[in-house]
């Protein structure tokens, strides 16, 4: 699509440098448009611009909607990994782990993000897969961010609220203060939120997004506590 409308721009600008008094362009679905020179003045194109929110398909057959919140930013699902609703908590998985709430992590090497260790296309197929630590930051870097108590929040649950700005500020995604998994136990619900990047740290710790009522940033921890999961659109 672009490459046509490129196309036909320079095609119309040649033939307006060239037109004595009228010329004809002949469309891909069979039309003719005449111009005239007095219109080539008037004429301009703009490249339509692409969704930002849209549908993905996840592992059985179910449509999940994704938001992007800034250009060229990736595409955040609207809920959590393990989770079938914006309200949901999700599975607690640990570091590239695709069982919830078991200590199975991983202890290679290198970004995990579309390979085999990737919780969120394991989980949910290949047309998702998890957020990158760079991604994350950009996030913080590219949002506003609100902390929405369970009252405020339209869920019922406590989270926060990354809403675009400009040309996105209609597009937000809500992530909820799922809190973690650890010692055998959810601990910290509705008080803290941790989301895994695919990017490890070193052998023993990965990068992951952490949110609260007074506070949010990029930190890591050990591979082997449950945290949730964001899934992005693999494109």
Known sequence: MKKTIF???????????????KFYVYM??????????????????????????GTAKRTGDVDVTWVQLWENGPKFAEYNVGATKVEEYGGYYAWGGSQDKVDDHYTGEGDIQGGNYDTA????????????????????ANCDVEWK???????????MVFTGKDDYAGNSVFFPAAGYYGN?????TGSLGYCWSSAPNDSSHAYYLY??????????????????VRAILAE
């Open 7 to 21: 196309i036909i721009a320079a095609l119309m600008t040649a033939m307006c440098a060239m037109a004595q008094e």
């Open 211 to 228: 949110f609260n009522s007074g506070s949010q940033g990029v930190s890591n921890s050990l591979l082997k506590n449950g945290y949730s």
């Open 28 to 53: 891909n679905d069979g039309t003719t448009d005449e111009y005239t020179v007095a219109d080539c003045d008037s004429i301009s194109f703009t490249e339509p611009k692409a969704p930002t929110t």
């Open 149 to 159: 108590s369970k009252d405020k929040s339209g869920y019922g649950v406590a989270g």
């Open 184 to 188: 055998g136990q959810v601990n910290n």
């Open 121 to 140: 296309k394991n989980l949910w197929g290949s047309n998702w897969q998890m957020v990158t630590k760079a991604d994350y930051e950009a996030l913080l």
